[in-house]
Each structure stands twice: as C-alpha cells, then as structure tokens.
C-alpha cells in the first residue's frame, strides 16, 4: 500500500540528548514536511523539502535539524539545543506543482516525550 | 502572507443535529482552501478541497464546505453528526500558486453527545 511511514510511534528522550525520527514515503513525492503539533496550537512547520538534497526552514526550526538524500526519505533530528520538544510531530508530503491545489499526506505521527 | 483562523476551539453538539465547524482565511493570493480531520494519535485525514471550482465543495463522511470570497470563509457543515464524527478538525489554506506549504489553523474539536 502507498503511503507514509513514521516511526516510532512512541519516543522517549532524555535531556541533553539528540533523537531522530523517521519518515518514509512509496508515494513517489517529491514534497516531503515536517509539522509539530502542540495541543491547542494547530500545526506548527519545522523544515520542508522539495527536492532531494535541498530543504528550507519553517516556522519554528530552531533545534532541529533535517536531511534529504533520497528521495523517498525525510528524517528529522531533534537535537539538545532545542528547549521544549515534547510534542506530537507528523510528517507530511505531497507532489510538486505550479498549482497550489496539491493536497498533503499525512504519516500516523511520533509522540516524542523527554524524561 | 496566509492565515486562517478557527472561530471555535470547541464545538458541541448532539448525535443527528448539524454540525458547523466556522474557518476564516487570509491569503494576499487567490487561495486553496482544505479541511483535514483527526481523531486521537492519529495522522490527518483529507475531508474536502477548495481550488477555485465550484464554491460548494462535497467531501466525504457527508461534510461539505461553502468558500464564500465576500466573507473569506470556508465553513464546514454536516447535516446529521455521528459519533464517529468526534475527532479534531483543522482549516488549511494553501497559496494557489507555486508549491508552498499548508498552513494551518488551531483545530476546532468536535465532541458529539449521544
């Protein structure tokens, strides 16, 4: 089946440390996202990419950090320097188009908690 | 710049009444306009999409949205709500142009009492 594939689904992290989550996709996409959601506050964008080895900033990058040397995959580090992660983080993509109409894909999510 | 903003954090109704979950957009462009759901953990799921069509959108589970230029709105509305219907929805407004990302609104959850 098509689709997106994050994993874990269920994170846990200590303080101090880096964590890496997954995020594949068989769509063929070349649009891949990350968004972290926080209750009440909607989904926030991370990093998006377009193309493979090539990415920009979102909204809140600050901490984080991305990669994407294949196509197919978009692996989002959480690093130390980032002050309050615990969050819900999806990952998204869609193909690339002039036309904005374009629908996103939604992976099932990692729930990223430091103890 | 696009925005949108969610009217209601939370709206409840009871099963078999309609259901009205309000959206109102802002956009410097001609805009697409997108409504996603999402139950507990989960990932989102597209309900309906507005690219400058008919103003009238359909989707699915019965939900349907009206994109009104006048207002800058994009409402979602069901005629007869399901439990199953209980979950988080998000308003989501694209540029209708080049390939930026969604934007999203805070969520309206919808909780629907037996």
Known sequence: ?115 | AQSVTQLDSHVSVSEGTPVLLRCNYSSSYSPSLFWYVQHPNKGLQLLLKYTSAATLVKGINGFEAEFKKSETSFHLTKPSAHMSDAAEYFCVVRRNSGNTPLVFGKGTRLSVIA
């Not at chain 1, 101090?16 to 070349?30: A, F, I």
Request: charged content about 20%.
């Open chain 1, 1 to 115: 089946d098509g689709g997106i594939t994050q994993s874990p689904k269920y994170l846990f992290r200590k303080e101090g440390q880096n964590v890496t989550l997954s995020c594949e996709q068989n769509l063929n996409h070349d649009a891949m996202y990350w968004y972290r959601q926080d209750p009440g506050q909607g989904l926030r964008l991370i990093y998006y990419s377009q193309i493979v080895n090539d990415f920009q900033k979102g909204d809140i990058a600050e901490g984080y950090s991305v990669s994407r040397e294949k196509k197919e995959s978009f692996p989002l580090t959480v690093t130390s320097a980032q002050k309050n992660p615990t969050a819900f983080y999806l990952c998204a993509s869609s193909i690339v188009s002039g036309w904005g109409g374009t629908e996103a894909f939604f992976g099932q999510g990692t729930r990223l908690t430091v103890v």
